[in-house]
């Protein structure tokens, strides 16, 4: 198991990632860690620039608190159904980006218009229905979304992105942004050509092993 003061500086890095990148705007989005048998969280509302360690908020994964001064982010229970429901994740990035809300905001997937689309897992990259942020709705949403899925659109909301580390999935949700912002772009000349089943299927079996060590 990793160190949990490392892990706790880990999502720091990661939330201040999102402010100072602006991939999630002034103090949107949040950030956790699974640590063993608890969830490190990002807290409600806080400057991630001005965050310690200490002030990172430990959950058990039935919702109780585990350490932590501050309140959690509103978006605890959405963190902890899916990590309830996918034990290969050891870390969620959430973020109100750019492209992915102006997706988002349309209800529209992101479907196999680029073969990096494959990177978050599957032939597209889902829209979850719209839920009140913060509601066990919203968390039931995200997890079906996630289905055989890295990353996920949040109707009227934003992104998640999910990975085995805070590095992971951090880069995965610059990268749905990334591909968020193609898309949308393509979308101002037309509705672009896809790539078929089969090739993504190709493409996400390559992904399987992509950035891995030799074994």
């Known amino acids: 198991m990793a160190d949990e003061a490392w892990l706790r500086q880990c999502v720091i890095d990661a939330g201040f990632d999102l402010a100072r990148t602006g991939l999630s705007p002034q103090r949107s989005g949040n950030v ?3 640590c063993g048998d608890v969830v490190l969280i990002t807290p409600s509302g806080a400057a991630y620039e001005d965050l310690l360690p ?17 309140q959690p982010s509103s978006e605890w ?13 050891g ?10 809300v102006t997706l988002a905001v349309m209800k529209r997937a992101i479907p196999a218009f680029h ?9 597209d990259i889902r829209c979850a229905p719209y839920a009140t942020f913060g509601s066990e709705a919203l968390a ?27 590095e992971d999935a951090l880069h995965l949700a610059h990268e749905v942004e990334t591909l968020a ?6 979308l101002q000349i037309g509705e672009p050509d896809l790539l078929d089943a089969d090739e993504m299927a190709r493409v996400v079996e390559k992904f399987r092993t992509y950035g891995k060590p030799l074994s």
Do not use: F, K, N
């Open 32 to 34: 956790s860690a699974r």
């Open 54 to 70: 200490e002030d990172i908020v430990a959950l058990r994964l039935d919702g109780t608190v585990a350490s932590g001064r501050l």
């Open 77 to 89: 229970p959405m963190h902890l159904a899916i990590y309830r429901a996918r034990e290969d994740v």
């Open 91 to 100: 870390a969620i990035v959430h973020a109100h980006s750019d492209h992915a």
């Open 115 to 123: 073969y990096m689309v494959a990177v978050a897992g599957g032939s």
């Open 140 to 166: 039931a949403h995200a997890v079906a979304a996630l289905d055989g899925r890295r990353a996920c659109l949040l109707a009227h909301h934003g992104q998640i992105a999910i990975g085995a580390t805070v």
């Open 181 to 186: 912002g193609q898309y949308w772009r393509a």
